[in-house]
């Protein structure tokens, strides 16, 4: 697994999180929040920097407030979970801003305010049955997803890994 690798990955994560949400699958649910927390930590560990573990991990677990919520109607709980990802995405823009030399700080605020604003519609979408809104917006996610992917490959590096001196396992093939 690599910087750019990692993100397809979470945003796969993330949907099965929303397929267990609307099936009300604790299972699905519970397995989906396993491999996206695990993932956080992968995601500190590959870029050198144990807080950027726990900022993905409170990510995590505000997306799945916020999923939860919408899936239930509850626009309250929806709007303070909306609320605590965005102010996430102020404090990974700070960490990554701070210690990775010549950090695109623009480039990724527009990128991760994206990734949660377009992730936050197709779910609602979803659970309002606007299957044609649900297309669109994960459409926009799946766009997202790729030039975030490319983002975190130039961040990393030509090995794509800043975290590979720090005992990161080698990738996988196949």
Same mark, same amino acid.
């Given at each position: 697994?690599?910087?750019?690798?990692?993100?397809?990955?979470?945003?796969?994560?993330?949907?099965?999180?929303?397929?267990? &949400?609307?099936?009300?699958?604790?299972?699905? *649910?519970?397995?989906?929040?396993?491999?996206?927390?695990?993932?956080?930590? =992968?995601?500190?560990?590959?870029?050198?920097?144990? &807080?950027?573990?726990?900022?993905?991990?409170?990510? /995590? *677990? @505000?997306?799945? #407030?916020?999923?939860?919520?919408?899936?239930?109607?509850? @626009?309250? /709980?929806?709007?303070?979970?909306?609320?605590?990802? @965005?102010?996430?995405?102020?404090?990974?823009?700070?960490?990554?801003?701070? &210690?990775?030399? =010549?950090? +695109?700080?623009?480039?990724?605020?527009?990128?991760?305010?994206?990734?949660?604003?377009?992730?936050?519609?197709?779910?609602? &979408?979803?659970?309002?049955?606007?299957?044609?809104?649900? #297309? =669109?917006?994960?459409? +926009?996610?799946?766009?997202?997803?790729?030039?975030?992917?490319?983002?975190?490959?130039?961040?990393?590096?030509?090995?794509?890994? #800043?975290?590979?001196?720090?005992?990161?396992?080698?990738?996988?093939?196949?």
């Amino acid at each position: 697994m690599d910087c750019g690798s990692w993100w397809p990955t979470h945003v796969s994560e993330t949907y099965r999180y929303v397929l267990g &949400a609307r099936d009300r699958s604790r299972i699905l *649910k519970e397995h989906a929040s396993h491999r996206l927390l695990t993932g956080a930590s =992968e995601w500190g560990i590959l870029l050198g920097l144990p &807080a950027a573990s726990r900022l993905m991990a409170d990510h /995590v *677990k @505000a997306v799945a #407030r916020l999923v939860d919520a919408l899936a239930l109607g509850d @626009a309250e /709980v929806a709007s303070r979970a909306a609320g605590a990802a @965005a102010e996430n995405s102020a404090e990974q823009q700070g960490l990554y801003g701070a &210690a990775i030399p =010549e950090f +695109a700080l623009s480039e990724f605020r527009d990128l991760i305010d994206e990734h949660i604003a377009e992730t936050a519609a197709y779910v609602g &979408a979803l659970f309002e049955r606007d299957y044609l809104g649900f #297309r =669109e917006h994960m459409n +926009a996610v799946i766009g997202n997803v790729q030039r975030m992917a490319s983002f975190w490959r130039r961040v990393c590096g030509p090995a794509g890994r #800043r975290g590979m001196a720090r005992g990161l396992p080698a990738a996988r093939s196949g």
